[in-house]
């Protein structure tokens, strides 16, 4: 019988796939941190769009792997922890709030963490909310700290502030990054499919 909390098995998987993630994001966000100023802050507003769609397959493989009630939420304080280490303890309120929003897309309980188009939901709407953290630092501190917030720079934060503080592009960002998940959801599930389910690895509901 498959137990239905976490145990210390699915708490490392839980960690290492975040980890993975983490990384990529941090890597592409450095990336289009650069290309925000060649482009007048247009690449932030694909920015969470393109990470999304190149860590949604992981995120999803994660999701599908543990296939229990708590995997997201864990997932997401693990991210508020680094950002806590990182001297924002704010940023763990909003992330437990996003991970109980992604917990929520789950429910009721039963055979939703098994269940592609669910965990695809959930990895979308999760992934969209998530790809606002900027904005969430912002809108908390970035007036109290105009000379420099988690490391950008003044001029950084005021080209920023542009972008987070409006409310239209602050939507488009959501609407692109949940496109962006989605679609790397879809190819994410095709994947599982193809190489994880066929094989017997990885057992789902269609």
């Not at 450095?30 to 007048?40: I, N, R």
């Not at 994660?62 to 304080?77: N, R």
């Not at 501190?141 to 409006?166: E, L, R």
């Amino acid at each position: 019988m498959r137990k239905k909390f976490l145990g210390i098995r699915d708490v490392v998987t839980i960690a290492i796939f975040t980890a993975a993630i983490m990384m990529i994001g941090s890597a592409l966000s450095k990336v289009f941190g650069v290309l925000s100023f060649l482009t007048a802050g247009g690449a932030i507003l694909v920015s969470g769009a393109v990470i999304s769609f190149l860590t949604a397959p992981l995120f999803l493989l994660m999701v599908l792997k543990v296939g229990k009630h708590g995997a997201i939420f864990l997932h997401s304080i693990l991210y508020g922890f680094i950002f806590l280490l990182a001297g924002l303890p704010h940023m763990v309120i909003f992330y437990a709030l996003v991970g109980l929003i992604g917990e929520a897309m789950m429910m009721p309980r039963g055979s939703g963490y098994r269940h592609v188009f669910r965990s695809g939901l959930a990895c979308s709407v999760f992934l969209s909310v998530k790809s606002l953290h900027p904005a969430a630092i912002l809108w908390i501190i970035g007036n109290y700290n105009p000379q420099g917030v988690h490391g950008y720079t003044a001029a950084q934060i005021a080209k920023m502030m542009d972008i987070y503080f409006n409310p239209i592009t602050v939507g488009l960002i959501f609407v692109l990054t949940f496109v962006g998940s989605a679609i790397g959801s879809f190819a994410g599930a095709r994947l599982l499919r193809r190489h994880f389910v066929k094989s017997g690895i990885l057992q789902i509901n269609e």
